[in-house]
């Protein structure tokens, strides 16, 4: 992917002044770094944190981005969005499936309100824009405080992805700026947290089942063949949409099997 566009700095005012009023409201800080190891960890195991309402950390760059299954993310300077949402719930870890899933929800919904077209999402975490991977979600929480757990939602964007950074990355992939799609990313980071934020709220009143039928719409691969990978080996079946918890329901020679996302990647055949 070209750079054609040079990067916007993001700037910590900016981001504050897009953000909705009703999304503001329970906003504590919003911290912008110019580089950190991980932004969910900046979060997680910071000091400051702790106190009730939300909390946002957004990175220039990361030098320990991580994604699922321990994998790195490739976070070059000034080229993406990284950015990590901290809150804390009365409920975890059981509701962490649907969870995830409805933070992809939000930021389609973040994608659409900028008028970008092709978004879809596939279970469990990923962010495509016309078929490939754009981005995704990684929630990870620090256990239980207070009578309540500290969860973070991370979320990586690509917005004009370097090449040479990009040939490290181990599956198709691509960036708004190859779509021709330029946001600006203080304005995406905005659309993005309001969303989250409002979502997140949405979610601790109806959980999943709020943004199950807006995922459903979403879903790029249901009543396709996929592949799933996990630590005790491999299985096929097609996927027939998820649960009213957000566990992938895989058909396997008929019978449908509730599948939850843990240490698991998806893969489709056809």
């Given at each position: 992917m070209s750079n054609t566009h040079p990067a916007e700095a993001l700037d910590q005012r900016q981001i504050l002044s897009g953000i909705s009023a009703a999304a503001s409201v329970g906003l504590r800080s919003l911290t912008v770094l110019g580089e950190v190891d991980s932004s969910n960890r900046f979060l997680l195991e910071g000091e400051g944190f702790g106190e009730a309402g939300v909390h946002v950390c957004v990175a220039e760059a990361q030098t320990a981005g991580r994604g699922?299954?321990?994998?790195?993310?490739?976070?070059?300077?000034?080229?993406?969005?990284?950015?990590?949402?901290?809150?804390?719930?009365?409920?975890?870890?059981?509701?962490?499936?649907?969870?995830?899933?409805?933070?992809?929800?939000?930021?389609?919904?973040?994608?659409?309100?900028?008028?970008?077209?092709?978004?879809?999402?596939?279970?469990?975490?990923?962010?495509?824009?016309?078929?490939?991977?754009?981005g995704g979600i990684l929630l990870e929480t620090s256990g239980r405080s207070r009578g309540s757990w500290r969860v973070v939602t991370g979320i990586g964007i690509n917005v004009q992805m370097p090449a040479d950074a990009g040939a490290s990355i181990d599956q198709p992939w691509t960036d708004l700026a190859a779509h021709g799609i330029h946001p600006g990313r203080n304005r995406l980071a905005s659309r993005v947290l309001t969303e989250v934020i409002l979502a997140q709220e949405q979610f601790v009143e109806a959980g999943f089942e709020a943004f199950r039928r807006d995922w459903e719409l979403l879903d790029a691969v249901r009543d396709r063949q996929v592949e799933l990978h996990d630590v005790s080996g491999s299985r096929r079946g097609t996927a027939r949409g998820v649960d009213t918890g957000g566990a992938l329901l895989l058909e396997v020679q008929g019978r449908c099997e509730r599948v939850v996302s843990g240490d698991i990647s998806l893969r489709v055949l056809t």
């Open positions: 699922r299954r321990g994998r790195a993310w490739v976070s070059p300077g000034g080229a993406n969005l990284y950015l990590s949402v901290l809150r804390s719930f009365a409920v975890v870890p059981e509701f962490l499936q649907g969870l995830s899933l409805a933070m992809g929800v939000a930021v389609a919904r973040a994608m659409q309100s900028l008028d970008v077209q092709g978004i879809a999402l596939k279970w469990p975490n990923d962010i495509l824009l016309s078929g490939v991977k754009l």
